[in-house]
Every structure is written in structure tokens, then in C-alpha cells.
């Protein structure tokens, strides 16, 4: 037997991982945590859109079984992410002509208004994914957030529209498909996480969400309690992975670890007298490595981040309204220092958001970390979605007395000694041979303009 407990199912199919976020609505309006399912992409993702179909569905699987052992619910129906370059936002202005001045205005011709703007002409190909209501206009009366109860002869609303590639929607629907699941709707990422992290003060007095993923970094900017642009930039996490693997020949799972363990966006003089060691390919020697050019290469390419938010925040034409800063989530938002280079560089506060703000009691803590942002978003925006449509509460929580399953995390943490070897007392005092000469403080250049003119960087140095 089963019975509908109010269960909305979030799937954020991920460049590094799927994710499947199983949430239940409290009465104080937090979502409680019933379960979550985790899988490696595989491969099957590929800055933010499915590559590989097969791969993806594989992926897909894998986290749905997770998250109901997890949680004993029998999901059907998901809210979905999507994400991509191809995501792209435009403004539009609609119009409501009423014939009686005196009657108030209703929710449904509101709706009625909104359900016009999905039929604005686009570029072959494109298809609206979101129609968001900024503010409405009536009787040239401005700056009207709620006008339902009002009265007027003319209502005018300003849309944010956020588009996206047909192709891009229809192969996620159909890995999704073939997984065994139904899709409730598709919601862009950025606009998940926004509403996972941020708060309405924050959204009130003007911010700027930035998601750093593993393949792509979303932005979502806000004022007045409005979206006002979004943006996402295939640039992520996976990018400054790559970069240490090509910069000192180390295996992709070593260049992951060395980042997340060693990492940082800034370098300092201490670190050119600690190296860490990393086992060689078989056969060969282990490479010493120092701490201050591991952390050259990702302060390079988070600086080729920040320099395109930077530029997205210019684009929504508002950083001077921007008073609640930028606020970072996602998993690349726990490099060491970030945030103080982002200030460095845009100037505005910039501080960590996490997803904790909008939970209840859950059986898993785990995704109070910023990593789950997106996440936590697609469930929530699930129930936004299914109040207003009546769509994606087809999950059931199963009543039968099941043990819970402890899952190690995709990412758990290996033991150092796997990738790192103990260094010497006496090799930590010294420099490492790789770093000498011509190294120093003219690395980050030469590491900049090593990414810009693609050349090799083991010939070069």
C-alpha cells in the first residue's frame, strides 16, 4: 500500500554527478529530506547537457536507486535541471486590455497575460523555457508587484524570458525517459539555485548567485526582488582539474585531489617551501610538485571565471544596485580564498551560500553543502511549480519497515596516502626541483598565456 505524502523528486544531472534529491514539504514551508541518490556522470555529461545518452541513463539510474532505498518513496515524476551555454535570457513587455475598470484584476487573467508570452516568435530551434514576471504596470501607475485586487483598464507586465536549445530539452527528456522517469517540468539551474540560497532581503536589495558546477558556473542577478539576468558560462570546476592534469602530467583523479586538498586561489610565498609528492605512472618516479604553482594554475583559471561574471554583472546593466553582493554556491564555491578573489577583482561582498536556510529535520545532512544548491532548488521550485499546475506529485512513500541504506559519498574523501607521499621533514624547508629560475612571481603570467596560446605546457617548462 502506498499513500502521496506531498513528495517532490529533484534530478540535477550534473557535468561531475547526478544527483537525485527526494523533499517533502514541512508546515512551517521547509523541505525535509527524505533521501538522496548520487551517481559519477560518467562521462555522459558534458558542460552541462547529455552527451552520451546511454552513459547519462546509466548515471540516472544509479542516483534514482540510491535516493529510494534512501528514502523508501517510489519515484515517477521529477523536476529537472537543465543547464548549457546554449541557456539564454531576454526582456519583453506584455499587455492586458480589460474592458470593465471597476472589476479587479484576477489571478487568472494574469495567467492568462503570462501564458501569451510562450508564443513570442523565436530563432528556429529555440524554445522558452521560463516566463518570470518582474513587475506590472497598470494604468500607467508603475512598479506593481502583486496587481491581483486592483482595478484598471490597461495592465502591463515586464517579463524576464530564459530560453534554451529544443535539441538540448529533448535529449534530457529522453535520457530521462529512459531511465523509467517522467518529467513534471524543466527548470534552469541558475534559477534553482537561486532559490535554494538565496533569501528575500537578498533578493530585495539587488544580488548576483553565482553557481560554480562542475562544467559550467550559472548566474542568476537580482533587484528588487526580481530576476533581472541569467547567464551561464561553460566553465567549471572540471576546467581547472584538466589544467592541473596538463600542467604537471598527473592523472585526473591526482589532479582532483591535489585540488580539493592543496588547492588555493592564493598563492602566497610560504607555499613555494612546500611541495607535495604525487606517485608517477609505472615505471617512473614520483613528481614533486609545489603548493604555490598548484595554486598558479587554479588562481589563473578562476580569474578567467570572475573576468566573465564580471562581465555578465556589467551586462544586466544594474552592479550599481547590487547591495547584497555576490553570493557563491556549488561545489567549485569551496576552493580555498575564492571568495576574497572575487572581491579583489569585482569589488562587491561576496560570501558562501548554502542551502541549509530552506531545510527542515532530513535524514541527510550532506546536502546542507553548497554542492547540493541546485538540487535542493529543483525540489523547491517543484513545489512552487505543482501548486501553480497540479503537476509532479506522483511519488508515494512506501508503508512498509524498510532498514535505511548508508551510502559513502561519490566524493568521499580517499586516504592521502593513495595520491600524496609522506614529504621529508627536510624536503618540506626546500624548494621542489620543478620550481626554480624562471619560476616565481612571473609564473601566473606565463601560466595565462600558456592557457590563451594552447601550447604544452611539460615542453614549455
Known sequence: MAINNNIIVGLDIGTTKVCAIVGQRAENGKINVLGMGKSPSMGGVARGMVANVTK????????????????????????????????????????????????????????????????????????????????????????????????????????????????????????????????????????????????????????????????????????????????????????????????????????????????????????????????????????????????????????????????????SGIRNKLAGGIVLTGGGSAMKDITQLFNYHIGLEVHIGSPGQHLGKGMIDEVRNPMYATGIGLVMKGFDLAAKHGTGLDNFKVEKDQPQVDVNPFFAQQQVEEFVAEVPQEQNNKKSNVFNGTWGLGLFGEIKKWMEDGDDFDNKY
Open 56 to 315: 547519462a541513463v546509466t548515471a540516472i539510474q544509479q542516483a534514482v536507486e540510491e535516493a529510494v532505498r534512501q528514502s523508501q518513496v517510489e519515484i515517477k515524476t521529477v523536476f529537472v535541471g537543465i543547464a548549457g551555454h546554449h541557456i539564454k535570457s531576454l526582456q519583453h513587455r506584455g499587455t492586458l486590455s480589460r474592458k470593465q475598470w471597476d472589476a479587479e484584476i484576477t489571478e487568472e487573467e494574469l495567467n492568462k497575460l503570462e501564458a501569451e508570452m510562450e508564443n513570442l516568435a523565436l530563432s528556429p530551434g529555440v524554445e522558452i523555457l521560463h516566463v518570470l514576471p518582474q513587475e506590472y504596470r497598470i494604468d500607467g501607475e508603475e512598479g506593481i508587484k502583486d496587481p491581483v485586487g486592483r482595478v484598471g483598464v490597461r495592465v502591463e507586465c515586464n517579463y524576464h524570458i530564459i530560453t534554451g536549445e529544443t535539441s538540448a530539452a529533448k535529449t534530457i527528456i529522453m535520457a530521462v525517459r529512459k531511465a523509467g522517469l517522467e518529467i513534471a517540468d524543466l527548470v534552469v539551474e541558475p534559477v534553482a539555485s537561486a532559490a535554494a540560497v538565496l533569501s528575500e532581503p537578498e533578493m530585495e536589495a539587488g544580488v548576483a548567485l553565482v553557481d560554480i558546477g562542475g562544467g559550467t558556473t550559472d548566474i542568476c542577478i537580482f533587484d528588487d526582488g526580481a530576476i533581472r539576468h541569467t547567464a551561464i558560462i561553460p566553465i567549471g570546476g572540471d576546467r581547472i582539474t584538466k589544467d592541473l592534469q596538463e600542467a604537471f602530467g598527473i592523472l585526473k583523479d591526482q589532479a582532483e585531489f591535489v585540488k580539493v586538498n592543496y588547492g588555493s586561489c592564493y598563492p602566497s610565498e610560504a607555499m613555494k617551501n612546500e611541495v607535495v609528492v604525487i606517485p608517477g605512472l609505472p615505471g617512473r618516479q614520483p613528481k614533486e610538485i609545489s603548493l604555490y604553482a598548484i595554486s598558479q594554475v587554479i588562481r589563473a583559471r578562476v580569474e578567467d571565471i570572475i573576468q566573465k561574471v564580471d562581465f555578465e554583472i556589467a551586462v
